[in-house]
């Protein structure tokens, strides 16, 4: 799908065994060069697979956004002023509240697509890679520190590997 007009979809996907069921809603804002955006039923594989923890149900939005939009989101959440691939924010509700919103993730389209090319990668394994961190970013995974960069890069290199897409931290020999 090519997106240059505001685009949004809402999906439930029924889970499979084992699986949470998924309402996924995906907006696309204006982006500012024709940019291949993945179909709405990959965003829905990628989000289940990186479900780490068995839920009933689990609702998150997913926000695709040109480069002003990221760099000022990314200046205002993380003080740094330039667009990133992906910012995730995760929803706590109260604790007197069930919720299953997970939360946001906000993707720039043209900076996946830039670094994808950047890399030598797929388009579509750089969107499922970011998909994949993002979502675990969400569920409280970070990579600050050496432990914890080991531990959720291993956990996306089995779930992307269990989606069938290459190591994403791999390095090919020049």
Not at 68 to 73: H, K, Q
Not at 102 to 117: N, T
């Amino acid at each position: 799908m090519t997106s240059t007009d505001n685009v949004e979809y809402s999906h439930w996907q029924s889970g499979a065994a084992g699986r949470s069921i998924v309402n996924l809603e995906v907006e696309i804002q204006p982006v500012t060069q024709a940019t291949a955006l993945p179909a709405e039923d990959d965003f829905i594989r990628w989000v289940q697979a990186a479900l780490v923890a068995p839920r009933n149900r689990t609702e998150l939005v997913i926000r695709l956004v040109d480069e002003a939009e990221s760099r000022r989101l990314n200046l205002q959440y993380r003080g740094l002023d330039r667009p990133t691939n992906v910012l995730s924010f995760p929803f706590e509700p109260p604790s007197e509240v069930a919720s299953a919103l997970l939360g946001d993730l906000v993707i720039c389209a043209p900076v996946v697509s830039e670094e994808a090319r950047q890399q030598g990668k797929p388009d579509l394994a750089h969107w499922a890679h970011m998909v994949v961190h993002g979502v675990l970013h969400l569920q409280g995974y970070d990579h600050q520190t050496d432990p914890e960069a080991e531990r959720m890069e291993a956990l996306e290199r089995t779930i992307l590997q269990q989606l069938h897409f290459p190591d994403p931290y791999h390095e090919e020999d020049p």
